[in-house]
């Protein structure tokens, strides 16, 4: 069984630093063996939110770019994991649950489509441990105008 680590080089990522809050809140809260991890917008390495990920899905966002803003948004998710337990290998039992708000026009329909992209980066980079229940909900804003936020609930040891 490959490492995350191995995991992340084999699909050319690495985990970015952890995003300090925008707000008045904490990016992670650990409570016994589980931790929730506070919505994460699609940050990418150099620490902004790309062009291409800013908008509304269905207007100025493509279904493409919407899914590659989710799957940052997982990477930033892990990276606050990474943050919480030190090591993803031997802290991370299972990913509980995923919570995707997809910035979008009122009438795309492609919301869980969009979502996808963070929940199969987590099964690749998590293996089973990666597998999760998950609401997916479409919004009429988000912060730093970003196409998508992902908020998590991971079992730790």
Known sequence: MSTVTERLEALGLTL?????PVANYVPFVRSGN???IS???CFGADGRIADAHKGKLGAEVSAEDGVA???????????????AVGDLDRGVVQCVRLGGFINAVPTFAGLAGIMNGASDLMVEILGDRGRHARSTVGVAELPLDAAVEVEAMFEVK
């Open 34 to 36: 589980l931790v929730v």
């Open 69 to 83: 803003a989710a799957r940052l948004c997982a990477l930033n998710v892990l990276a606050q994991l990474q943050a």
């Open 39 to 41: 919505g994460q917008i």
């Open 16 to 20: 970015p630093k952890a995003a300090a």
